[in-house]
């Protein structure tokens, strides 16, 4: 592998993405794969920089498809109530990438589950989580955005979509409302029973106050970020955002658990 994160210059998605994924070594990794699934940041109905734009997943898929023979998934279970993850992926433009590159799409909502057990989880000392999502490699392709509970909302954080619906909806709030009362403990959580294979977050534009709206970064942050360490990625990305990641509290309790946060962030290639 390459370097722990890789922080590349925003050209255009099908450069940008390759560099970032060629200088933490992704290609050598996924061409041993034999089930690869991109797990956007799809959240509801809202167009980018809220939700992940489909020319950056197509990105990620044509790299894959250039260096592994793997079967290629992408997958989401969004937050919005009444929006399937089906739904958001066509809404967002994913069923045209589906069948350009012969890609899978999955509803990880309604997705075979399998219950999942640690007792060193306080919050969720069992998890329900997609067969899928366990018996793949898992590359989160979340946007660069603060978050209104959680600090920020990168790889792992993205990885709630994971969270069905039907075991972590509450009333009619939100999908995976059982992550809110302690957001920071409860995505450290749901990571140490599956957190991401591969990171690459865009960080083209972020969100500089709120997850689902309000005021972009200005100027844009420009920039790609890319590595298999997803404590070492979330940890650059809240520093893009201009927060120190040990406050934002499941980067801090996963920091030598899950992985290791960065001392810094150095931009590869401008």
């Given at each position: 592998m390459?370097?722990?994160?890789?922080?590349?210059?925003?050209r255009?998605?099908w450069?940008?993405?390759a560099?970032?994924?060629?200088?933490?070594?992704?290609?050598?990794?996924?061409?041993?794969?034999?089930?690869?699934l991109?797990?956007?940041?799809?959240?509801?109905?809202?167009p980018?920089?809220?939700?992940?734009?489909?020319?950056?997943?197509?990105?990620?898929?044509?790299?894959?498809r250039?260096c592994?023979?793997?079967?290629?998934l992408v997958g989401?279970?969004?937050?919005?109530?009444?929006?399937?993850?089906l739904?958001?992926?066509?809404?967002?433009?994913?069923?045209?990438l589906?069948?350009?590159?012969?890609?899978?799409?999955?509803?990880?909502?309604?997705a075979?589950?399998?219950r999942?057990?640690n007792?060193?989880c306080?919050?969720?000392?069992?998890l329900?989580?997609?067969?899928?999502?366990?018996?793949?490699f898992?590359?989160?392709?979340?946007?660069?955005k603060?978050?209104?509970l959680?600090?920020v909302?990168?790889?792992?954080?993205?990885?709630?979509?994971?969270?069905?619906?039907?075991?972590?909806r509450r009333g009619?709030?939100?999908n995976?409302?059982?992550?809110?009362?302690?957001?920071?403990a409860?995505?450290?959580?749901?990571?140490r029973?599956r957190?991401?294979?591969l990171?690459?977050?865009?960080?083209s534009?972020g969100?500089?106050e709120?997850?689902?709206?309000?005021?972009?970064?200005?100027?844009?942050?420009?920039?790609?970020?890319?590595?298999f360490?997803?404590?070492?990625?979330?940890?650059?990305?809240?520093?893009?955002?201009?927060?120190d990641?040990?406050?934002?509290?499941?980067?801090?309790?996963?920091?030598g658990?899950l992985?290791?946060?960065?001392q810094?962030?150095?931009?590869?290639?401008g």
């Amino acid at each position: 592998m390459g370097q722990a994160v890789a922080v590349v210059g925003f050209r255009g998605y099908w450069d940008s993405v390759a560099a970032a994924l060629d200088a933490v070594g992704a290609a050598a990794v996924l061409g041993r794969q034999r089930r690869v699934l991109i797990k956007p940041n799809l959240v509801n109905a809202a167009p980018p920089p809220v939700t992940l734009p489909v020319a950056c997943a197509e990105a990620v898929v044509r790299y894959v498809r250039d260096c592994s023979a793997a079967e290629v998934l992408v997958g989401e279970g969004p937050g919005q109530v009444g929006l399937s993850g089906l739904d958001a992926l066509h809404l967002h433009g994913y069923g045209a990438l589906a069948r350009r590159y012969g890609v899978t799409l999955v509803d990880l909502d309604g997705a075979e589950l399998k219950r999942l057990e640690n007792p060193l989880c306080s919050v969720f000392p069992e998890l329900w989580l997609p067969r899928v999502v366990l018996e793949s490699f898992v590359v989160s392709v979340p946007v660069l955005k603060a978050h209104s509970l959680a600090g920020v909302t990168l790889s792992m954080k993205n990885m709630l979509g994971c969270a069905p619906a039907a075991h972590y909806r509450r009333g009619d709030a939100w999908n995976k409302a059982a992550f809110h009362a302690r957001m920071g403990a409860a995505v450290f959580e749901l990571n140490r029973y599956r957190k991401p294979d591969l990171a690459l977050v865009d960080a083209s534009v972020g969100l500089a106050e709120f997850h689902l709206g309000g005021p972009t970064c200005d100027p844009p942050v420009n920039r790609l970020l890319a590595g298999f360490d997803p404590v070492a990625v979330d940890a650059a990305g809240a520093t893009l955002l201009g927060l120190d990641w040990r406050r934002v509290e499941h980067i801090r309790l996963a920091d030598g658990v899950l992985g290791r946060a960065p001392q810094g962030v150095r931009a590869v290639g401008g």
